[in-house]
């Protein structure tokens, strides 16, 4: 079984920082891009970063360039996303997704973790 899992969430003051991991069962990383989307309440889904495979290329939205990081360790069939200077509006529950086409849109990826919540509030 397919399995995909996120972890590395919780509550951090404006300004602070975390550091979100995606680590997959029953298939490797490496071999997917890999996508970070976050929803926050009443809002539609939104892609946030992207790392392709093989070569590792990252792709981020204009609100994360410059604070987040996306990154493999493949060793660890791991995917993270670091997030420094962190604003109240990137507050949402946080989703990984791999996929064989790379994009945006929701559809172009077939695992999906079930979120992890990041909170940013004083």
């Known amino acids: 079984e397919q399995l995909v899992v996120e972890s590395g969430g919780g509550l951090v003051q404006p300004g602070g920082s975390l550091r979100l991991s995606c680590v997959a069962s029953?298939?490797?990383?490496?071999?997917?891009?890999i996508a970070w989307f976050r929803q926050a309440p009443g809002k539609e889904r939104e892609g946030v970063s992207i790392i392709s495979s093989p070569d590792s290329r990252t792709y981020y939205i204009d609100s994360a360039k410059g604070r987040f990081t996306i990154s493999r360790d493949n060793a660890k069939n791991t995917v993270y996303l670091q997030m420094n200077a962190l604003k109240p509006e990137d507050s949402a529950v946080y989703y990984c997704?791999?996929?064989?086409?790379?994009?945006?849109?929701?559809?172009?990826?077939?695992?999906w973790g079930q979120g992890t919540q990041v909170t940013v509030s004083s």
């Open positions: 997704a791999a996929g064989g086409l790379m994009g945006w849109a929701i559809d172009e990826y077939d695992y």
């Open positions: 029953g298939f490797t990383l490496d071999r997917y891009h």
